[in-house]
């Protein structure tokens, strides 16, 4: 497991409202976790990820300028576990294997989810587009198949 200052797991967060991101991070800082975001957008979130990737991922499907699905796919790709915060919306069986929270849920729950999550990490579900692609060829977070869309 990858581990943020004093050996903390780091988790990712990409959530565009101001209240719940903040109150997400607070419960994950006192939970002990080092938090990165909250981001608003997968592109903003997705360029963390070629930096130093978090141990663990929060992702609203909602998210500013389009879906949170596109990250989704970019964290599978590099086996980083994660949880969707879906609220009322669906969410394609391609995720059926994620943790989901409705977007009212208990800190507690959040916290065991993403401290089981840091437990385990790489244990996702293999994206299905590293085999529809050239090796090496670049990948854009709008190039999801039709399977992990919404």
Same mark, same amino acid.
């Given at each position: 497991m990858r581990s943020g200052p004093g050996d903390r797991p780091v988790v990712l967060v990409a959530e565009p409202q101001a209240l719940p991101g903040m109150w997400l991070e607070d419960v994950l800082a006192e939970a002990g976790c080092a *938090? &990165? =975001?909250?981001?608003g957008t997968s592109a903003e979130a997705a360029r963390c990820l070629d930096e130093t990737p978090p141990d663990f991922a929060v992702v609203s499907i909602d998210l500013?300028?389009? !879906? =949170?699905? #596109?990250? +989704?796919? +970019?964290?599978r790709?590099? =086996?980083i576990p994660f949880a969707l915060i879906s609220g009322n +919306?669906? *969410? #394609? &069986? %391609?995720? !059926?294997?994620?943790p989901q929270f409705d977007r009212l849920f208990e800190a507690r729950a959040m916290v065991s989810t993403v401290t089981a999550g840091c437990a385990v990490a790489g244990g996702t579900r293999a994206c299905p587009m590293p085999d529809r692609r050239p090796a090496g060829a #670049?990948? %854009?977070l709008d190039q999801c198949p039709t %399977?992990? &869309? +919404?």
């Open positions: *938090v &990165r =975001g909250p981001y500013n300028h389009g !879906s =949170g699905f #596109p990250l +989704a796919c +970019a964290l790709r590099k =086996g +919306a669906r *969410v #394609p &069986r %391609a995720f !059926s294997d994620v #670049p990948f %854009a %399977a992990c &869309r +919404a």
